[in-house]
């Protein structure tokens, strides 16, 4: 059974950055697809980034581009999401995924997610 755990969440200033990881076990991930979703407040689940499994092609939301960074290591089996200039508006609880399908749905078991705030 695969089994996702993130970490690296914690409260932050705005403008700060943060280092998030996603320690995966049961399977290995290099042949998936791995993205980031996360859920503010009273709103719902949403994309943030997904990288490719060949070639690590990355594809980020509009809210977040050019201020996060994907990336993985198969070989340890851990997703990462490098999030630098935090604003509030990125305060949720973030979860990693995979393998990811077209329209970049989440196909995997979600994990219990990391808590991320940003203070203003």
């Known amino acids: 059974q695969v089994q996702l755990t993130e970490s690296g969440g914690r409260l932050v200033q705005a403008g700060g950055s943060l280092r998030l990881s996603c320690a995966i076990s049961?399977?290995?991930?290099?042949?998936?697809?791995m993205g980031w979703f996360r859920q503010g407040p009273g709103k719902d689940r949403e994309f943030v980034a997904v990288?490719?499994?060949?070639?690590?092609?990355?594809t980020y939301s509009d809210s977040v581009k050019g201020r996060f960074v994907i990336a993985r290591d198969d070989g340890r089996n851990i997703l990462y999401l490098q999030m630098n200039n935090l604003k509030p508006e990125d305060t949720a609880m973030y979860y990693c995924?995979?393998?990811?399908?077209?329209?970049?749905?989440?196909?995997?078991?979600w994990g219990q997610g990391t808590q991320v705030t940003v203070s203003s």
């Open positions: 995924n995979g393998p990811i399908g077209s329209d970049y749905q989440p196909l995997g078991s």
């Open positions: 990288i490719t499994w060949s070639g690590g092609r990355t």
């Open positions: 049961g399977r290995s991930i290099e042949y998936w697809d």
